[in-house]
C-alpha cells in the first residue's frame, strides 16, 4: 500500500516508506527506502561492493518481497 508520505526509491524504484541513508555517497545524502539500506548494510558486512548510484536503479529479484 502506498500512502501520502511514500516516495519512490532511486535505488529500486518501488513505492517506499520508512527511507534512510544509501551508502552508495560519500555525504549519505541520498535516501533509499529500507530494504535497500538493508541491502547495502549486507553488502557492506560481506564485504561486497555497494552499487554506485550510476548503476542504478538495481536488480529487483531481490526486492521482491517489499510489494
Ligand atoms: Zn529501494
Not at 4 to 16: G, M, S, T, V
Request: aromatic share 6%; net charge negative.
Amino acid at each position: 500500500m502506498i500512502r501520502d508520505n511514500a516516495f519512490i526509491c532511486p535505488r529500486c524504484h518501488h513505492a517506499a516508506e520508512y527511507p534512510g541513508a544509501s551508502r552508495a555517497t560519500d555525504g549519505r545524502d541520498i535516501e533509499i527506502c529500507g530494504p535497500c539500506c538493508n541491502d547495502e548494510a549486507v553488502r557492506e558486512a560481506r564485504g561486497l561492493p555497494v552499487q554506485k548510484m550510476a548503476d542504478w536503479p538495481v536488480p529487483s529479484d531481490w526486492n521482491r518481497d517489499a510489494e
